[in-house]
């Protein structure tokens, strides 16, 4: 495939939402400030050997303290909207009861900042903060926590919702419930499997709850999920191959999408689950398949990547694996770069579930970025990335996918879990130990490549 493709920006439908995001832990710092309680991830990264380096949360880019600077870098860029998430510990420190009125009061100021400057706020109600007391009473895998998270969407969408217009349940449950719960390398930390589809199950019943509490308290909000999603592709093309990527896209893919979208789990994943189902543990209540596949606005994708499967017979539950193809590019996370697997991924959504509308809600890159000696950074890599996704979107668009816009992971470098500071995903270069900020090559390319679509779509 083309590695080489370059996005026109008159080519995009006028109202095209073009962002930037970020998320609670990884950008606010101040996490014990204002009321805050602890989340999950406090006790995660403060707990030896869990994140590289023994890098926390506390700090991170100072964007608390540093509001309305970077609410101007955020202008600077040209985009029209900005997607952030609200921590749940700075809103209710304990997860449950009255509101800690600063907490919510640092949204409504970043809220009322960004749309003073004309950019739209797009909320993510739970990008992984759990507060750790409803950790203490079972965290995602108790099914109370869905229900304390249906109250607290409730709580920011009355909060926020007469200037929020935008709502994200949640943020990659594939990646709270399997990294957190089942492999262990996301907070809590836990190595269990039948406990990661508990706590699967759980998150989607709290986005159904959510949707619901969104409606009743923010009318007329747009509101949906995001879903990290990889297509897959075999290794060769023989039935073994291909039944093992239909088995990794149930297990990566289309356990979050079915009941999303009202079909409940795929029968051909649970059977492979056996007693670690949520069936079989006796979480699936009546009526969950409606409350989970509560009616959407939009789904919201995250993708960095592709997934190339060959079967592994013996190789855990799934009996399949994924594999390096040879001759490819990669990021610094030795995920595939591919480009093409975006359009092919939009195509094959749009198919299977029509949404009515689709936003890339994450798309980004990390390399170990140079600082040359005149303060820049000169970011190809990132920047030829950025170019060949935002270019694989015109396709889908041509074939019928509902895109409705696009935001790059991240603003600025920032708080990479279990990664800590050193995997950089920013536009925005961050120098942690005085917080300055650098817009980096990839960050100007983005802001010229909008000026030219709002230049051309008002010309
Ligand atoms: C997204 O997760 C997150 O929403 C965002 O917060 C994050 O900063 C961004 O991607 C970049 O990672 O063992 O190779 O999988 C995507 C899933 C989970 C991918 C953690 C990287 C660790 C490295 N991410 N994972 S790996």
Redesign the pocket.
């Known amino acids: 495939e083309s590695l080489t493709a370059r996005p026109d920006p008159r080519r995009f439908p006028p109202r095209f939402t073009w962002g930037v995001a970020t ?1 609670a832990y ?1 950008v606010e710092g101040a996490a014990r400030e204002d009321g805050r309680g602890p989340s999950i991830w406090d006790t995660f990264s403060h707990t030896p050997g869990r994140v590289k380096g023994g890098d926390t949360g506390d700090v991170a880019c100072d964007h608390y303290h540093r509001l309305e600077a970077d609410l101007d870098l955020i202008a600077s860029l040209g985009v029209n909207a900005y997607r952030f998430s609200v921590a749940w510990p700075r809103v209710q420190p304990t997860g449950r009861g009255a509101v800690n009125p600063k907490g919510l009061d640092f949204y409504s100021r970043l809220v009322d900042g960004l749309l003073a400057r004309g950019v739209t706020p797009w909320l993510t109600l739970y ?2 903060d759990l507060p750790q007391a409803l950790q203490d009473t079972g965290g995602w895998a108790s099914r109370d926590t869905a229900h304390a998270f249906g109250e607290y969407a409730g709580i920011v969408a009355a909060g926020l919702g007469d200037r929020v217009r935008h709502f994200i349940t949640i ?2 449950p594939w ?1 709270a419930a399997f ?1 957190g719960y089942g492999i262990g ?2 907070a809590p930390g836990h190595t269990d499997l039948a406990r990661s589809y508990a706590a699967a199950h759980h998150l989607l019943v709290g986005h159904g709850l959510a949707v619901q509490a969104v409606r009743a308290h923010a009318p007329g909000a747009q509101v949906g999920i ?1 879903l ?1 999603l990889y297509e897959g592709y075999p290794a060769t093309d023989t039935p073994a191959d291909r039944a093992a990527t239909r088995r990794q896209d149930g297990f990566q893919n289309r356990w979050y999408l079915d009941p999303v979208y009202g079909r409940g789990y795929p029968q051909d994943i649970l059977d492979l689950l056996g007693d670690a189902s949520p069936h079989a543990q006796g979480l699936a209540l009546p009526g969950d398949t409606e409350l989970m596949g509560a009616p959407t606005d939009f789904l919201g994708v ?1 993708m ?1 990547s592709r997934a190339v499967v060959e079967d592994a017979p013996g190789d855990g539950w799934l009996h399949s694996r994924q594999v390096r193809p040879e001759g490819s590019e990669y990021t610094g ?3 595939e770069v591919a480009p093409h697997s975006l359009t092919d991924l939009l195509l094959r959504v749009q198919r299977d579930y029509d949404p009515p509308a689709v936003y890339v809600t ?1 798309n ?1 890159a ?1 390399y170990p970025d140079t600082v040359e000696t005149d303060g820049t950074v000169n970011d190809e890599a990132r920047t030829r990335y950025f170019q060949m996704h935002v270019a694989a979107l015109q396709p889908a668009l041509d074939g019928g996918a509902k895109v409705g816009g696009y935001f790059a ?2 603003l600025m470098d ?1 708080f ?4 800590g500071y050193e ?1 950089r ?1 920013g536009i925005v270069h961050v120098d942690f130990g005085t917080q300055a900020r650098t817009v980096k090559a990839s960050g100007r390319w983005y802001a010229d490549f909008l000026a030219r679509t709002h230049a051309e779509v008002n010309a």
């Open positions: 998320a990884q990008h992984w943020n990659e990646c990294l390398i996301h995001t990290n995250n960095y996370f030795d995920w994450e980004g990390t992971w991240s920032n990479e879990w279990a990664e995997k995903f």
